[in-house]
């Protein structure tokens, strides 16, 4: 059985962009289909839009750790919000930790034909990620 992480990362291969990769691993488990997160996620890919900003690795796990952690209550907005926000430092911090920096911008080296690291890795690295929070918020 293929690891989700390697799911994301032959999403990747398939043409999804970076985001759509790692977000459309975890639909199943979120309860959302796979072509509404696809759409959702389409301009994240390339550091947003291409801006070369928040690697779209990374904005795919924030859109599944914030989609697992919130508890959704629009009466309540404060309800897990500062806790959803302290989840995304944490995994930001990790994923940077492996791979020097969350930016799109310092992660491809766009002056070389060899960008410093492969968005592969990045697409495996925040799949990781992403699965280890969801694990830890569906099972409390």
Not at 38 to 58: M, Y
Not at 89 to 108: G, H, P, T, V
Request: net charge negative; charged share 30%.
């Amino acid at each position: 059985m293929e690891s989700k992480k390697e799911t994301a990362v032959e999403k990747f291969k398939k043409g999804y962009n970076c985001c759509q990769a790692v977000a459309c691993t975890y639909c199943e488990e979120l309860g959302i289909p796979e072509k509404d997160m696809f759409r959702l996620a389409e301009g994240f890919g390339s550091g947003i839009g291409g801006l070369k900003d928040t690697c779209g690795a990374v904005m795919g796990m924030f859109l599944t750790i914030s989609l697992a952690n919130s508890a959704g209550e629009m009466d309540r907005p404060l309800a897990t919000k500062m806790d959803t926000y302290r989840k995304f430092r944490d995994a930001a911090e990790k994923f940077q930790q492996e791979n020097r920096s969350i930016y799109c911008r310092d992660l491809k080296n766009a002056d070389g034909p060899q960008p410093l690291v492969c968005c592969t890795k990045c697409v495996k690295d925040a799949a990781a990620l992403a699965e280890e929070y969801l694990a830890e918020i569906l099972d409390r």
